[in-house]
């Protein structure tokens, strides 16, 4: 069975930093197209960062604001998301989804339609 989780979430001081880590199981890591979504209260759910499966693409939705840095070791089996200078709009479930391989161009599948398996989500608050 196919498992993905995430962590990391916890609360943040604007301007601060946050990193979420994610791990799979169930799967050959290294065959899988990864990417981070997040969803915030009364909105739909939206692309973070999402990263082909050998890091030779990487696509970057516009809340990321060049702010964020998505990253992945598949020795280690762990995909990574790194966040700086969060506001309190960064407040939201963040979560982890991976695919089987898809094309190495990520923009053309960083979508939550695009990607089979999910995690629980791990949340990320930044007061204001």
């Known amino acids: 069975e196919v498992q993905v989780v995430e962590s990391g979430g916890g609360l943040v001081q604007p301007g601060g930093s946050l990193n979420l880590s994610c791990t799979g199981s169930?799967?050959?890591?290294?065959?899988?197209?990864m990417g981070w979504f997040r969803q915030a209260p009364g909105k739909e759910r939206e692309a973070v960062a999402c990263?082909?499966?050998?890091?030779?693409?990487?696509y970057y939705g516009a809340a990321s604001k060049s702010r964020f840095t998505i990253s992945r070791d598949n020795t280690k089996r762990m995909l990574y998301l790194q966040m700086r200078t969060l506001e309190p709009e960064d407040t939201a479930i963040y979560f982890c989804a991976a695919e089987q391989t898809h094309p190495d161009r990520a923009a053309s599948w960083c979508a939550p339609s695009g990607l089979d398996y999910w995690g629980q989500g791990t949340q990320g608050t930044v007061p204001s």
């Open positions: 169930g799967l050959n890591f290294d065959d899988y197209a």
């Open positions: 990263i082909s499966w050998a890091s030779k693409s990487t």
